[in-house]
């Protein structure tokens, strides 16, 4: 992980939101599992557990909802990113690809956050 001297301020941002987003989340019963998750072929913002439900967690900050906002920043390329790195996850942790799994997206536009369960499938 990077020094905190280190960070750039975009992710500095990012990482506040990512918090925040984990904190949201387990205020509503979410269990955290891993924050950050990185392979080659894509990221995981989060990894949470909703009961028996794995669940892969984006999250997005918008300043307004200008050129589509949070939500519409969620592309399909970000989409099949997302999903390749699922991928990746299940493979490195076999007790998790028992599981069912879902997408989800937690986005903050200017002071409002708006959680969307099973926002893409995969």
């Not at 509503?28 to 995981?44: I, P, Q, S, T, W």
């Not at 028996?52 to 984006?58: C, G, I, K, P, T």
Request: glycine letters at 8%.
């Amino acid at each position: 992980m990077q020094d905190q001297a280190k960070k750039t301020p975009r992710r500095a941002i990012g990482d506040r939101f990512e918090a925040a987003a984990r904190s949201y989340l387990e205020a509503r019963g979410l269990r955290f599992v891993r924050a950050n998750f990185l392979c080659r072929l894509g990221e995981l913002d989060l990894v949470m557990r909703d009961g028996a439900m794995l669940v892969f967690v984006e999250v997005r900050y918008r300043r307004s909802s200008a050129y589509g906002g949070a939500l519409g920043s969620i592309t399909a390329r970000k989409q099949q990113r997302m999903i390749r790195a699922a991928q990746v996850w299940l493979r490195a942790h076999p007790w998790d690809a028992q599981r069912p799994c879902r997408f989800d997206v937690v986005a903050f536009e200017g002071d409002g956050v708006e959680w969307v369960r099973g926002a893409f499938d995969a």
